[in-house]
Structure formats: C-alpha cells, structure tokens
C-alpha cells in the first residue's frame, strides 16, 4: 500500500514561481509576427526591387482580372498590372506619408507641449483650449478641412495628416513637462548651477519625449491608414500611382468578381497598423517595466 506524498507547504511570505513563457507562446509570438511584417515592409519601401522586379506600371491588357496564380501571385488588375508588385512598390509612398506625417505632428506637439508646459498661466490656458478644440474635431475630419483648403496631394495629405496628431501629443508632452519641471531632478540640476538651455536639451526634453516617441509607434500605423483613406477619397497620389488606398479605390468598381484588387491592398494596410500597434504596445510594456 502506497503512502501518499503530503504537499509541502509553502514558507510564509514566500511566492510561488510562476513558469516563464517560451519562445513560441502567444505573448512572444505577436511581437515577432509584427517584427518580420515591419521588417519585411521597410524592406519593400527601401528596395522593393529586391522583392517584387516587375513594373507596378507595366499595363498588360490580355492578362486583365486574372486572379491569384502562380505567375500573378496577387492577382491583376483592370490593365493586367501585377498587385503583388504594385502592393510592394505602394509600401513606399504609404510609410512615408506615415513616417512623415507623424515627424511633423510631433514637432508642432513638441512647440505646443512646451509653451504650455513652461510658460506661464495664460499661455497655459490659452494653449489648452487650442488643443481642446482640436481634440473635439475627428482627425480625419480636420483633415479634409485642410486638403479642401490647400488642395490635394502627397504634401498636403503630410501636412493634413501631422495636424490632425498634433493635438493629442501636445497634451501628453504638456503634462510630462508640468510634471518634471518641479521634480527634484530639475531642481537639483538648478542648485547645481546647469543654465536653463542645459537644463531643457539634457533633462527636460529626454524625459517628456520618451513616452511620446513609444506613442508615435502606433502613430505611424494610424497615419498609414488616415492617409490611405484620403487616397481611397482621391485625395492623395493620383491614378495609376501604386498607393494602397488609391489601389481600394480603383477596385471597389470590380469588387463583384474580382475580389482580389480591394482585398490584399486592404490587407496590406491592415497588416501595417497591427505591425505598428503590437510594436507599440511591447514598447510600451518595456518603458513602463523599466
């Protein structure tokens, strides 16, 4: 007759380990999933050659509407041009109207953050209700505002795009500034004799951007998508530009039968927010686990 083993009781206070996550769990899956899609569209925005040799703009009538096959692996389109290389070639255009309309909302965030942040009373009220007011209106509202104002374009959509951000990084870098200013970092770097230029650029500014820079990672996703609407609008790159929204634009005419020209430049921008997002979030964790 086998004697059953007590369980030995745990010491008290102690805790009991929990068993670390593999290599291959979920939570560690989604951050290299994410990874390799960014990886794989910087590449396509650097050298999309590399990925996809043939023209985006190559017109082949005789091979229109034909879908996903070995020799078109996306299918084609109206004009027998290759979706797969279009798709590829259009992560340029897209991460740069991204990348770039983010850089530009965080500089206006950065001039407002600030003001508000060191000036004094006033500026300080009277740069939150700016904000406030901005914050009230949908981003992509403010958007076509502005593009019916200045008129279409890649450079407007950039500037379009960066304005509607702004507004949301200003109050976070305002209230990173407000916190730090009285910290006693800042007044030890006073005591310490530090002029208030040194003060800024070595102390204040590094703090308050960090978090804001692990924001503008999911910015970037979020831009890509605000840009590709004003596209599918008709507002961004012209036809037959290979843009991903003016790509769901050109498709929606043939969405009957043929699917794949609406469905993979759609998945495309999908696949680019969820990269940026889940990037975004692991950063995030990291920040506030360190």
Sequence with gaps: ????????????????????????????????????????????????????????????????FRGPSA?????????????????????????????????????????????????????????GRIVEVLLALPGLLLALVFIALAGPGVATTIVAVGLSTAPGYARIIRTQVRALRTSPMIEAARVLGHSPAR?????????????????????????????????????GEAPPAPEWGAMLAAGRTYLGFAWWMTFFPGLAIVATAAASTVLGRALQRRAVGA
């Design 199 to 235: 003060i800024l650029t070595r102390h204040l500014l590094p703090n308050a951007l960090g978090p804001v820079l692990v924001l503008a990672t999911l910015g970037i996703g979020q831009a890509v998508v605000w840009a590709s609407a004003l596209s599918f609008l008709g507002l």
């Design 71 to 127: 020799g078109h692996w996306l299918g084609t389109d109206e004009s027998g041009r290759d979706i797969y290389s279009r798709i590829v070639h259009g992560a340029r255009p897209s991460l740069l109207i991204g990348a770039a309309a983010t850089a530009l909302g965080l500089g206006l965030a950065l001039v407002l953050g600030l003001a508000a942040g060191l000036g004094g009373r006033w500026l300080d009220a009277g740069v």
């Design 1 to 64: 007759m086998s004697i059953p083993r007590s369980t030995p009781t745990p010491r008290p206070g102690s805790r009991r380990r929990r068993p670390r996550p593999g290599p291959l769990r979920a939570g560690n899956a989604l951050p290299a999933i994410a990874a390799a899609v960014a990886l794989f569209l910087l590449l396509a925005a650097l050298v999309p050659g590399w990925l996809a040799p043939t023209d985006p703009l190559a017109i082949d009538p005789a091979a229109a």
